[in-house]
């Protein structure tokens, strides 16, 4: 079978098992949350409202009804591309819920995954490029360090110093109170003032994206040297480096035409996966830097008990993981013609 043809199944194989991940972490979600203390009708009414008014909330809820057949009303209303009407945002359907809160998420993973790239894969091409020496052990602490720190301890430390002590940057928000923010067009502030040629408020943005986005991306950065250093190390160990080497080709030249190219493979891999998870689970970076993204809306949601938020919100999280694998797989069987299905 023909590599392209050996392809085109696997890509095919994938899809058809992606509706069964899906439908494999919505009942998982379902049932935990049923599966979790508490009253959704005294974390909306309160403990001390009438009996009356919490069990009028229970029916209007479905909550009454048997765990099973609450099961396949929710299913019924996944296959309608309902996702529900949000409980603690009157008059909000879970859509408008994600539809304001994502985009800023979208920035903030967006913005960190660079600032890890960036500062991981340098430092992993300087460690594995100078092995043995001062610049190799500290590449290795780097991402030990980074890699083991709690984001929240780091987050409060920072906002501690940067932003209460040194009042440098900004909390809480992303935008100034009381300045307009940029004009809707995607929710992405960064680039509706670009589109808008409204520069001020581009710089602005970026200003209050900076402490959260730095923060998250150099913790993640010890992921991408740790890949970069091992992977870099083992290709410039190869044969064909060595016979790059023997034809005369500069140290530099075979770094970065050959050997990072393909060291950089598992990065990709861990890259888009690494963005994905971020989309989808940035809760912890959210709730600490109280960003008001989808992450932070759905720990409100958690904590108030609002099924039909939570249950929304991580479907459309689980949605975005299974594809953007699917996606990441495609990408390295393109870039790696090695790879066979």
């Known amino acids: 079978m023909s590599r392209s043809k050996s392809l085109q199944y696997y890509i095919l194989a994938r899809l058809l098992l992606a509706p069964l991940m899906i439908w494999t972490i919505i009942t998982i979600v379902f049932l935990l949350l049923r599966a979790t203390p508490g009253d959704p009708a005294d974390a909306i009414l309160g403990a001390r409202a009438p009996e009356s008014a919490k069990q009028a909330l229970r029916e209007d809820l479905g909550l009454n009804a048997p765990l099973i057949v609450q099961y396949f009303r929710y299913l019924l209303q996944i296959l309608n591309f309902d996702l529900g009407t949000s409980l603690s945002s009157r008059g909000l359907s879970v859509w408008d819920v994600i539809q304001q809160h994502f985009p800023a998420t979208v920035e903030l993973a967006f913005f960190g995954i660079s600032v890890a790239i960036v500062v991981g894969v340098g430092i992993g091409i300087i460690s594995a490029s100078r092995p043995n020496t001062v610049f190799d052990v500290g590449g290795r602490l780097f991402g030990i360090i980074t890699y083991s720190l709690p984001l929240f301890w780091v987050g409060m430390i920072v906002q501690l110093i940067f932003a209460v002590q040194l009042?440098?940057?900004?909390?809480?928000?992303?935008?100034?109170?009381?300045?307009?923010?940029?004009?809707?067009?995607?929710?992405?502030?960064?680039?509706?003032?670009?589109?808008?040629?409204?520069?001020?408020?581009?710089?602005?943005?970026?200003?209050?994206?900076?402490?959260?986005?730095?923060?998250?991306?150099?913790?993640?950065?010890?992921?991408?040297?740790?890949?970069?250093?091992?992977?870099?190390?083992?290709?410039?160990?190869?044969?064909?480096?060595?016979?790059?080497?023997?034809?005369?080709?500069?140290?530099?030249?075979?770094?970065?035409?050959?050997?990072?190219?393909n060291a950089l493979i598992p990065v990709i891999t861990v890259m888009g996966l690494t963005f994905a998870a971020l989309l989808g689970g940035a809760v912890l970076t959210e709730v600490t830097f109280s960003w008001p993204g989808l992450g932070n809306r759905l720990y409100e949601a958690i904590s108030l008990r609002d099924y039909p938020t939570v249950q929304g919100i991580m479907v459309f999280f689980g949605v975005i993981v299974v594809f953007a694998s699917i996606l990441i797989d495609i990408i390295n069987a393109l870039i790696d013609p090695r790879i066979r299905y």
């Open 167 to 261: 009042k440098w940057f900004p909390l809480g928000t992303r935008f100034p109170v009381g300045m307009a923010s940029p004009a809707k067009i995607t929710g992405l502030y960064t680039l509706d003032s670009l589109l808008t040629f409204n520069f001020g408020q581009f710089f602005t943005a970026i200003y209050y994206l900076i402490l959260p986005c730095v923060t998250l991306g150099i913790l993640l950065s010890g992921i991408f040297e740790r890949i970069v250093r091992v992977n870099l190390k083992q290709t410039l160990r190869s044969e064909y480096v060595e016979a790059a080497r023997a034809r005369g080709i500069p140290e530099n030249k075979i770094l970065l035409n050959h050997a990072l190219k």
